[in-house]
């Protein structure tokens, strides 16, 4: 049976593509190294839309003779004060554009003008190499190096420097306990419960955190700070497990990058990477529980857990709550052999 | 799309859900159309397949292990059947998964054609971004803009009764001309017109150079009547064509499939309008499907249908059951104390791992906390949406893990505090959420749903009456006399504020006889005076709640969690 994977990977050869949700342009080639944080395509977001009505401004009968007398086609730019029509005449009247802008559409009689928007910026989120280009659309970069996957992520990219904190991994971050080094560094750290935690980090201008776990009631806060947060164990007062741990110590002052962008609704994860001067291989996006594999406990109670999978248990079973579920017998880290569902277990690998 | 035969025997049906794929078999036995079996694996619509079809060969592998019977040939299934057994002779497919569809509704007036339409598209999985009716009061370009914005996949016009209004709906069409027109080629949305039909033919000339126009018949053909059926077909249609293109594999699938794939909230609706003709034409069947990302209701009586799909769940469906919910209204249910914080943070845990199964007692009381709370928002949502007091129903079926994996009496105590029925209810369990796939069968062959019914592939859990009397709290209501088929009888005293499962047990039929201390209402919806039931006891026996409508939770937390221990253990939980 198929079961998700969470990569914990000290090297990896990693393919990611980068996809625009609109039609826009590539601002890379096929070969070109990329950072990061770097913008590697770009879209016009749809600004704002005035409708000008040549016909009744300029009182013409028809709206035919309406668009004879418009200076401007579809697809052309206008300055403000700019004359889109006018009347014939001694004396002519004109329609001057409101706004500087782009004529998108002429429609019975009407001028569209479109307002500038903004534009959406499409970040590399992995360092490494442009291996691949679809015209306007997007493009495939690849990299090499260790590849971590969180669970929850508050929508940002950065790179900075992987800083552990010298507190137990299990212990909370509070502002207090936030300290100058942390400046321009991506800080890996256990719990976070305050609010006042988030804003210092950002006063303190951290390139981003990684935490073990956060307590729900601060998403709101999280999503609005200016740095990347991912969550590796996800809401609650979860360590981290032992094998990201030990991924991540051996990685410490390396450059990392966090790229807290992610889409539940298709299974995406947020990921740390940290490019790696090495040649990895592709690793397999899916897995089986089976006997010997290092997998997690996701939820309550022994979130956040990694285990041993000791044996996967025939037919149902039993759990002290009164369910009949598929389970499998797995060892924690203190030795201890429990029975966890299986729908709780991820493959970690 | 396969022509269905007339021979066809075999059903498979596939249900590509948000968080697995199920494989459903069905097959005559004795003469008589059986649920054999199923499978479930995880959905592969998402990383890193992209593509439904490995979830489907998974739980067609799964459902040949489990049947003995093969399906697969060089991992290709089998279809029609061969004379060896091998194959199925049809295969029908609903889907959950995907992201909501972004649905913008255009229509006349406010409290008319714009809430038909609203009705309409909430009979689907979608997120409603936009509405425009005649009583939007923003600038012409600013509704252009809301529309632009939206970037809907799906826009709905309706609008005007029959022989009615022509020119104002002639102005909505312009509307959606222009956004059209500013809208890039690849990202044109759906359209579909279910208004006045006189306009019809203008309709389509003005907006099919943009694409293929859905006509549907009118949704409101008169101020007093709403006509959604017709509609909620052609609106199934038009969603299958929208989801190909979001489900990899869904198209390939379709042109095997002997009725087009179907949203199963569609087919859901469409079993729950089958069962409302065949039962008390008095009363609502009442269908819900509690799933983990959507919650379907499916209101139906004599073959009239309310649907409506909601997106509140127990997996994803927790963040809008959270954010439309104060935390309090959770955890009043909880029968034991568990800190805010760590209610909060599971539930949130939980749309991180929407597959998880609450393993532990505390684990199972905050899930089925939050159940009841989705059943209540749920059920109190579609009052106000259909402006339908919907308390009274016979029976209800019910479906989604939560409910068919725990006790018999724990679902049955979610099912009571979380939609409050009064008067007589019957309550029927699809442990193996059957109900879309028969539903999605019933187009293919007619037989099948009607007899899978009738057998047990559906757990009567139970029926309840549930009587109302202003009494005080313990203060004796009713006297209710049991006579049983051997013609003995029991009495038993009902107090008010209780719980009573009373002694019928599963398939038992006993007549029971209620006798009033105090004033009460049985059935205050139908002005029932009936005061004698004949009721055959399901795997719950049969149970007189007389806890009261609203039900009433005692403010103080000890005595509240006292009371909630003593329900559960009234019914043996």
Not at chain 1, 101 to 112: D, H, L, V, W
Not at chain 1, 260 to 266: G, L, P
């Amino acid at each position: 049976m198929i079961t998700p994977v969470t990569h914990l990977l000290p090297l990896t050869h990693l393919r990611r593509d980068r996809m625009l949700p609109v039609k826009g342009r590539v601002l890379v080639s096929v070969g070109s190294h990329v950072n990061a944080t770097d913008i590697v395509a770009e879209a016009d977001q749809d600004g704002g839309h005035l409708i000008l009505d040549v016909r009744r401004a300029l009182n013409f009968r028809r709206m035919e003779e309406a668009h004879k007398r418009m200076r401007y086609k579809v697809g052309e730019k206008v300055e403000k004060g700019d004359i889109l029509a006018q009347t014939g005449g001694i004396i002519p009247r004109v329609l001057r554009a409101p706004a500087d802008g782009k004529i998108i559409g002429i429609y019975r009689g009407q001028i569209i003008l479109e307002t500038p928007g903004g534009k959406l910026e499409i970040q590399a989120g992995i360092t490494g190499k442009v291996t691949e280009v679809l015209p306007d659309r997007g493009l495939v970069i690849e990299g090499d190096g260790a590849l971590l996957q969180g669970v929850w992520g508050n929508g940002k990219i950065a790179v900075g420097m992987l800083l552990i904190n010298d507190q137990p991994p299990e212990d909370e971050l509070t502002r207090a306990t936030l300290n100058v080094n942390m400046r321009s560094a991506v800080v890996l750290a256990g719990h976070v419960a305050s609010p006042e935690t988030l804003i210092a980090a950002d006063e303190l201008l951290v390139r981003g955190l990684i935490l073990a776990s956060m307590t729900a009631d601060l998403i709101e806060t999280a999503v609005k700070v200016n740095y990347p947060i991912i969550l590796m164990e996800g809401f609650g007062r979860i360590p981290l497990n032992q094998a990201a741990y030990n991924l991540f110590s051996t990685n410490e002052k390396r450059d990392i990058v966090i790229n807290a962008v992610w889409d539940a609704d298709r299974n995406e994860k947020p990921e740390l990477f940290i490019p790696l001067p090495a040649q990895g291989s592709p690793a397999q996006d899916y897995s089986e529980l089976t006997r010997g594999k290092t997998v997690r406990v996701t939820v309550p109670p022994y979130a956040g857990q990694s285990a041993l999978l000791v044996a996967v248990r025939p037919g149902l079973t039993l759990l002290a709550n009164g369910q009949r579920v598929s389970a499998a017998d797995v060892q924690l880290g203190t030795n201890q052999v429990v029975t966890v569902p299986l729908a709780n277990l991820d493959v970690l690998e | 799309m396969s022509t269905p035969t007339a021979e066809a025997e075999s059903l498979l049906s596939i249900e590509i859900g948000t968080i697995h794929t199920r494989a459903l078999l069905f097959d005559l036995v004795d003469g008589q159309y059986r649920f054999l079996g199923a499978s479930r694996v995880l959905s592969t619509y998402g990383a890193p397949f992209y593509d439904i079809s490995e979830g489907i060969f998974q739980a067609l592998k799964q459902l040949q292990d489990g049947t003995a019977r093969n399906f697969l040939e060089d991992s290709r299934l089998v279809i029609p059947g061969r004379a060896d057994g091998a194959g199925i002779d049809s295969l029908v497919l609903t889907y959950t998964a995907g992201p909501g569809l972004r649905i913008a509704v255009l229509g006349l007036l406010e409290d008319v054609s714009l809430e038909s339409a609203r009705r309409l598209v909430t009979s689907t999985q979608g997120v409603l971004v936009e509405a425009i009716g005649l009583n939007d009061h923003r600038k012409h370009e600013v509704q252009v803009d809301a529309l632009l914005k939206a970037k809907p996949d799906l826009i709905v016009i309706a609008g005007g009764t029959e022989k009615g209004a022509t020119r104002s709906v002639g102005k909505i069409i312009e509307l959606v001309s222009m956004v059209l027109q500013l809208t890039p080629r690849d990202h044109l949305p759906e359209i579909m017109y279910a208004g006045n039909q006189a306009m019809q033919k203008h309709v389509t000339e003005a907006l099919s150079r943009f694409g293929e126009v859905q006509v549907a018949p009118n949704v409101r053909p008169t101020i007093d009547n709403e006509v959604l059926a017709p509609a909620q077909e052609m609106l199934a249609k038009t969603v299958t064509r929208i989801r190909n293109q979001h489900l990899g594999g869904l198209q390939a699938y379709a042109s095997i499939t002997s009725a087009a794939p179907t949203p199963s909230s569609h087919a859901f609706g469409r079993m729950v309008r089958y069962l409302s003709q065949i039962n008390n034409p008095q009363k609502y069947v009442l269908g819900v499907d509690l799933g983990a990302s959507y919650t379907t209701l499916a209101a139906a009586q004599e073959g009239k249908l309310e649907l409506s799909v909601y997106p509140l769940g127990l997996g994803a469906g927790l963040k809008y059951a959270l954010e439309k919910s104060d935390l309090a209204e959770i955890t009043r249910w909880l029968p034991m104390h568990i800190p805010d914080d760590q209610v909060r943070d599971y539930l949130w845990q939980k749309t991180l791992f929407p597959a998880s199964i609450p393993a532990s007692v505390e684990t199972l009381a905050i899930e089925q906390a939050a159940a009841r709370q989705i059943l209540n928002l749920a059920v109190r949502t579609h009052r106000a949406r259909y402006q339908n007091p919907l308390q009274s129903f016979e029976p209800v079926i019910v479906s989604g893990s939560a409910l068919a994996q725990t006790s018999p009496a724990q679902t049955l105590l979610m099912l009571l505090d979380g939609l409050q029925p009064v008067g007589t209810t019957t309550f029927v369990l699809d442990p193996y959420g059957l109900t879309p796939a028969l539903g999605a069968a019933a187009e293919v062959n007619a037989m099948l749903p009607v007899q899978v019914v009738e057998s047990n592939a559906f757990v009567n859990l139970g029926t309840v009456i549930s009587p109302l009397s202003n009494a005080r709290y313990g203060t004796s209501i009713m006297n209710v006399r049991i006579e049983y088929e051997s013609g003995e009888e029991a009495i038993h005293e009902i107090r008010q504020g209780n719980l009573y499962q009373l002694p019928i047990q599963p398939g038992q039929t006993a007549r029971i006889h209620m006798e009033p201390l105090r004033p009460i209402e049985i059935d205050p919806m139908h002005n029932a005076d009936t005061r004698s039931f004949k009721v055959i006891g399901g795997v719950c026996g049969t149970v007189i709640d007389a806890r009261g409508r609203p039900l009433a939770l005692p403010a103080d937390d000890s005595r509240r969690r006292d009371m909630l221990k003593k329900w559960a253990m009234a019914l043996g939980s």
